[in-house]
């Protein structure tokens, strides 16, 4: 079964959409070049994981996937979790934490983040450190934005939500 | 590597002939990380086989058996009685790639550095192959030389059975990092039987530190048929260097890894002897 060498359909941020890309592309720079640009373009190559997004809910790296694998996923972008002007609760920790320095690596670290908050049903510090592992910061040592991550998944181990995600999103 | 074209086979028949029509110009696609630094330019087809049901963890008697393109996120995850395929899966790369990564991938075109061809040969896994009908093979078998070599011809790998452990049995593995998420300077994995407090049968494996994954013959003989205690194990791991030709790299000598891997060694039987004396589930 041959898959139409021109265009790919999945659903992005709860839309379905069809795009138009090649057997070669990748999925990081289709989305970018759609406009999804808080996606970003790190390393290139699977370490640094300033391209993180979901594909079924799952946290991989968009630069490490052809486009044409995501016939038929669920992908979610940094722009479905939050806004300048209604930011997430973890993106408010990291404002008020001042995690945020240069900031390339954040949204990467908000999707490992939600990744986590959508699978696990409790947050040890192994358990964050495995979902967060691969997404590396060169400016804060990651103090803060650990501090500011652990302070989302305390709230929400106290008051029982668990493996929803709800946290980031302030509208639902 | 450059795909010009991708297909998606909806059988596995149609997989195999899809890649057998075309020959050197097909490429097997499961999660693809390995695709991305291929330097081969040559433009290739994907033949996409993650469609075709092969991603499943089932216990089949005295076997897991995993399918060839289960995410090793869902082998880190997968938890029953005496299951010991988590451990080394978690060590691998980062969550992000352990998510796409598979089974069949980090099998089938064998990187020296690898990790999972170490611990299936100290465990003795059977690899099944899809050639129009299926065959398996025995670990000692499949990774004699680069087992690249099976899928020239559009065969496929389907699944990998692991034997389940006894109760007498135990598995340990070492991996040996400068980064949580970098290559392994040094892989170990032994597999031990015990009866009582001697040792009747052992696999130890090792890899990355020497140029293709292998068991280690020596270290083995000199368990069998002793105590499973430090002294015997310290004993055993010395005889690595006989085994394998370990080389440096990254600023090791060779003698330093070879030092790392008898080191490593002893960690992995000390843990293997643990587990089979009743590891704590």
Known sequence: MKQNPNTVSFTLNGELKTFATEPNEKLLALLRREGYKGTKYGCGQGTCGACTVLMDDRAVYACLLYAMQAEGRDIRTIESIGTFDKPSELQQELIQGGAVQCGFCIPGMIMSAEALMKAETTFDDDIVREYMDGNLCRCTGYEKIWAALRKVLDRQESAGVQGSGASSHPES | MKLCEFIRPASLPAARDNLRELGAKGMILAGGTALHFMQDHTPVTAVDITRLGLSFIKHEGAFYNIGATTPLADIQRYRAPRWAMHEICRRISTHQIRNISTLGGNICRVFPWADLPVVLLAMDARMVIYSGKETEFPADEYFKTQPAKRFLGG???????????????????????????????????????LDGAN????????????????RLPSVEAALVGREAATAVFQEAAGKAGADAPWRGREGMSPDYSRHLAEV????????AATFARGRAE
């Open chain 2, 264 to 271: 490593s060694i002893l960690d992995a039987l000390e843990r």
């Open chain 2, 155 to 193: 065969d496929i790998l389907t699944s990998v059975k692991v034997p389940a452990l006894q109760a007498h049995h135990g598995f340990g593995s070492i991996k040996v990092v400068r980064t949580e998420a970098s290559f392994a300077m040094v892989t170990i994995a032994a597999r031990l039987e």
């Open chain 2, 199 to 214: 040792i009747k049968s052992a696999r130890v494996a090792a890899g990355s530190a020497i140029p293709f994954p292998r």
